[in-house]
């Protein structure tokens, strides 16, 4: 890429940009296609062949998926795509090439930082800086609330009802759920606050990759908060090439579902990841279409303003949360289980479910969690605390003592990490 890059600065011929355009994606596709997908597709393919009664014989190969892949193969075509149409300047030093790529705060698990946010930060003076420390180590001890004390906290539990779904009662599916849906946010969030605290603190800005969307009224919202870096990247390189929302109703729907199909794929090898982008490509149609007459419906009964964004804050949370079962599933029948043990109802009660104290913990890490996020919503809560010494101190101390009186100190690498 570093390569074209400098092939496509030198040639102002259309059908040479635009062949060397296509080389860089297919180098790029091709090394994430067979690192990440050749078995899968092999395997899928050999599978689909049984069920028609065809036996072909394919050999798999024992491929070592490279340290985060998907990540730096995304933000590497960003760089030759906006090269080629000319958005960003082509960049000549291979060392900051290599530094844009290989910058290890955000390497294994992002965000997807683009070329025109970082490349241009390297021309600017870079001294140590008093107010970026203190700020960056403040959403890098955040982060690691996340991570040790909730995510970690939660994962026993939530491993514990995907492991074997047959064995809970409905409650303790229910709680399952409810726990990763907050176990995948503090993991991957966490990762994030960390990697941006410490570029923070080297001297570089990297944009935010959440923004509480769990807080979200509707599905576009959510993927508006959710791994802003990766649901920007789609929205900027496939949703909207592929024509966004300007030919008509029809084209629209299929360039939505194309484009969190793809996104569920990125995430990982599985079946079960692409029938999760899916459900997210159904949810923004459905939006579409009854979103209006829904909004409607609650205006004539005169609902007031915070209680409809509490009803639709809610309805998108179950939605969400019923994704993640598939997300979070080894396979479809682990899913299944899960979804009817939690639809029978059976123990349906707190009596039912095992690990008590384990739940109390996860419900008040939770409950510690959002609370510190509506603060910060409603009243700009860290920068408040950022910005005044002593509560500084006090905050940064007692974010310490939460984390080694309540995190879980085994060995959980972050969740993104496989992806």
Excluded at 207 to 230: A, C, M, Q, V
Excluded at 360 to 387: H, R, T, V, Y
Excluded at 397 to 407: E, H, K, M, P, R
Aim: hydrophobic share 50%; net charge positive; charged share 15%.
């Amino acid at each position: 890429d570093y390569s074209v890059g400098l092939l496509l600065d030198k040639t102002e011929d259309g059908k040479r940009r635009k062949r060397l355009l296509v080389i860089s994606l297919i180098v790029n596709l091709g090394f994430l296609a067979f690192f990440k997908y050749f078995n899968f597709f092999i395997e899928s393919f050999q599978e689909l062949a049984d069920s028609v009664g065809v036996t072909p014989s394919f050999n798999t190969l024992n491929i070592i998926l490279p340290v985060g892949i998907s990540f730096y193969t995304f933000q590497s075509m960003s760089y030759t795509v906006d090269v080629y149409y000319k958005k960003i300047a082509v960049e000549k030093d291979f060392i900051r090439f290599a530094t844009f790529i290989s910058f290890f705060p955000q390497l294994v698990a992002g965000p997807i930082v683009r070329a025109k946010d970082f490349l241009p930060q390297f021309q600017r003076t870079r001294t140590f800086d008093w107010d970026r420390f203190n700020k960056g180590t403040g959403q890098m001890l955040w982060g690691f609330f996340k991570k040790v004390a909730v995510a970690d906290s939660l994962a026993p539990f939530v491993d514990q009802c995907f492991a074997a779904p047959d064995v809970y009662s409905s409650m303790h599916l229910l709680i399952g759920v409810i726990f990763y849906s907050f176990q995948i946010y503090c993991d991957f969030s966490g990762y994030s606050d960390i990697a941006i605290g410490l570029a923070r603190i080297m001297g570089f800005d990297f944009p935010d990759n959440f923004r509480t969307p769990y807080f979200s009224k509707n599905f576009s919202e959510f993927w508006g908060r959710w791994h802003i870096s990766l649901s920007s990247w789609l929205r900027d390189y496939l949703y909207i090439p592929l024509g966004g929302n300007r030919h008509g109703v029809f084209h629209t729907y299929k360039n939505n579902m194309l484009t969190m199909l793809l996104g569920g794929l990125w995430h990982g090898a599985s079946w079960v990841f692409v029938f999760w982008g899916f459900l997210h490509g159904l949810y923004l149609i459905v939006q579409r279409v009854i979103g209006p007459y829904f909004g409607n419906v609650l205006t004539l009964i005169r609902m007031p303003q915070f209680g409809r964004n509490v009803i639709n804050i809610a309805l998108v949370y179950f939605f969400t949360c019923f994704a993640w079962i598939f997300f979070r599933s080894s396979d479809f029948p682990t899913a299944l289980s899960v979804i009817t043990g939690i639809g029978s109802l059976e123990g349906f009660n707190f009596s039912s479910v095992i690990n008590k104290f384990w739940v109390a913990k996860g419900f008040l890490l939770i409950g510690i969690l959002l609370l510190i996020e509506i603060a910060d919503i409603l009243f700009d809560f860290s920068e408040q605390i950022l910005n005044k010494p002593v509560f500084r101190v006090v905050s940064f101390a007692s974010i310490l003592w939460l984390i080694a009186f309540l995190g879980s100190f085994g060995a959980n690498s972050f969740i993104y990490f496989q992806f």
